[in-house]
């Protein structure tokens, strides 16, 4: 039996080819329709409805209190397929929203409480929309750190920041790359100071509101309100949060795991690296297992394990080549992982 780490990913990981996901891979039905009872007592649309749409729609299916519970359902579906005879999880983390999955993923909160703090935090994040988001790159090409350059792009944030009506600051420390939480005018000063590359960045994240910053103030308050009763427990499987803190089973207090949860985690700065850094170095995995949607967030992975020094990997060709030997990484996202992982 393989140790691995369960990673799952946030916003903006059900798009096009993730359409029908639900209905391909999602293992229990009776489930799926508890959280499509709460969508219809709150006058949403159902899960099965949107996955099972003709066509994706970005104002549809990518809106948050539409994405939010989407990408829950896939993510928390994704856990219970894993093949637990073969994979021993140890740990638990997420990027951003994911944090909401893994805490039922964890065991903190049951499938539905988490479905409801998933489900809740997107719509109200949906219905106030304050501010967005844009993604930078800091690495090179073969993913090798450059930090020099992070420095400054930082300075730069910083500097935007101390303007007049500009509000900027770092949302996710997210590997190699920066994503950033502003308002219009932050965002872009910030794109219009920094060089284009790759012919993508820097990158406005459509339908993302100004995710872990001071921004979402009002969105965390109006959530401690609307989730005053939410029952976090104690956890059957650590947890790594935003901070890269731990949550151990039989050790947490559940009281201020909520407050993290309604509180730091909301408007605070989420460092996905250092949560990937703390699960590698304290759990020792075999190998790291991202659950679906989408296959986009193992750059990520892979980048915050390159700046870990994780097993001696220094770049994205050395990676290639022991994942082609030896994987590190498995996304279930991919049908050919996915087929390793179920």
């Given at each position: 039996?393989k140790?691995?780490?369960?990673i799952?990913?946030?916003?903006?990981?059900?798009?096009?080819?993730e359409?029908?996901?639900?209905?391909?891979?999602?293992?229990?039905?009776?489930?799926?329709?508890?959280?499509?009872?709460?969508?219809?007592?709150?006058?949403?649309?159902?899960?099965?409805?949107?996955?099972?749409?003709?066509?994706?729609?970005?104002?549809?299916?990518g809106?948050?209190?539409?994405?939010?519970?989407l990408?829950?359902?896939?993510g928390?579906?994704?856990?219970?397929?894993?093949?637990?005879?073969?994979?021993?999880?140890?740990?638990?983390?997420?990027?951003?929203?994911?944090?909401?999955?893994?805490?039922?993923?964890?065991?903190?909160?049951s499938?539905?409480?988490?479905?409801?703090?998933?489900?809740?935090?997107?719509?109200?994040?949906?219905r106030?929309?304050?501010?967005?988001?844009?993604?930078?790159?800091?690495?090179?090409?073969?993913?090798?750190?450059?930090?020099?350059?992070?420095?400054?792009?930082l300075?730069?944030?910083?500097?935007i920041n101390?303007?007049a009506?500009?509000?900027l600051?770092?949302?996710?420390?997210?590997?190699?790359?920066?994503?950033?939480?502003?308002?219009?005018a932050?965002?872009?000063?910030?794109?219009?100071?920094?060089?284009?590359?790759?012919?993508?960045?820097?990158?406005?994240?459509?339908?993302?509101?100004?995710?872990?910053?001071?921004?979402?103030?009002?969105?965390?308050?109006e959530?401690?309100?609307?989730?005053?009763?939410?029952?976090?427990?104690?956890?059957?499987?650590?947890?790594?949060?935003?901070?890269?803190?731990?949550?151990?089973?039989?050790?947490?207090?559940?009281g201020?795991?909520?407050?993290?949860?309604?509180?730091?985690?909301?408007t605070?700065?989420?460092?996905?690296?250092?949560?990937?850094?703390?699960?590698?170095?304290?759990?020792?995995p075999?190998?790291?297992?991202?659950a679906?949607?989408?296959?986009?967030?193992?750059?990520?992975?892979?980048?915050?394990?390159?700046?870990?020094q994780?097993?001696?990997?220094?770049?994205?060709?050395?990676?290639?080549?022991?994942?082609?030997?030896?994987?590190?990484l498995?996304?279930?996202g991919m049908?050919?992982?996915?087929?390793?992982v179920?």
């Amino acid at each position: 039996m393989k140790r691995a780490v369960l990673i799952c990913p946030g916003r903006g990981t059900y798009n096009k080819a993730e359409l029908g996901y639900l209905g391909r891979y999602f293992p229990d039905q009776g489930l799926l329709a508890t959280f499509d009872a709460q969508r219809a007592d709150a006058g949403q649309d159902s899960l099965i409805a949107l996955d099972g749409a003709g066509r994706f729609s970005l104002s549809r299916h990518g809106r948050g209190d539409n994405a939010a519970g989407l990408i829950y359902a896939a993510g928390y579906g994704d856990f219970l397929s894993v093949d637990r005879g073969a994979y021993d999880i140890v740990a638990v983390t997420g990027n951003s929203m994911g944090w909401y999955t893994a805490l039922a993923c964890g065991g903190a909160l049951s499938a539905p409480q988490g479905f409801r703090l998933a489900n809740t935090m997107g719509t109200l994040m949906q219905r106030a929309m304050i501010g967005g988001q844009v993604i930078y790159p800091w690495v090179d090409d073969d993913w090798v750190p450059k930090f020099a350059r992070r420095e400054a792009l930082l300075s730069i944030v910083e500097h935007i920041n101390t303007l007049a009506d500009h509000v900027l600051s770092l949302s996710i420390d997210l590997g190699g790359m920066l994503v950033l939480a502003g308002n219009e005018a932050g965002l872009t000063a910030f794109e219009k100071q920094v060089d284009p590359v790759q012919g993508r960045f820097p990158m406005r994240l459509g339908n993302h509101a100004a995710f872990h910053s001071p921004l979402q103030a009002p969105v965390a308050q109006e959530g401690r309100v609307a989730l005053a009763d939410l029952a976090m427990r104690q956890p059957d499987l650590p947890l790594v949060d935003g901070r890269g803190a731990i949550w151990w089973p039989h050790g947490t207090d559940t009281g201020a795991l909520w407050d993290y949860t309604l509180g730091h985690q909301v408007t605070e700065p989420y460092d996905f690296t250092r949560a990937i850094t703390v699960a590698a170095r304290e759990f020792a995995p075999d190998l790291f297992i991202i659950a679906g949607p989408g296959a986009t967030l193992g750059g990520a992975v892979v980048q915050s394990l390159i700046r870990a020094q994780w097993r001696g990997l220094c770049d994205k060709s050395q990676f290639k080549q022991q994942q082609a030997t030896r994987p590190l990484l498995l996304s279930m996202g991919m049908d050919d992982q996915r087929a390793q992982v179920t």
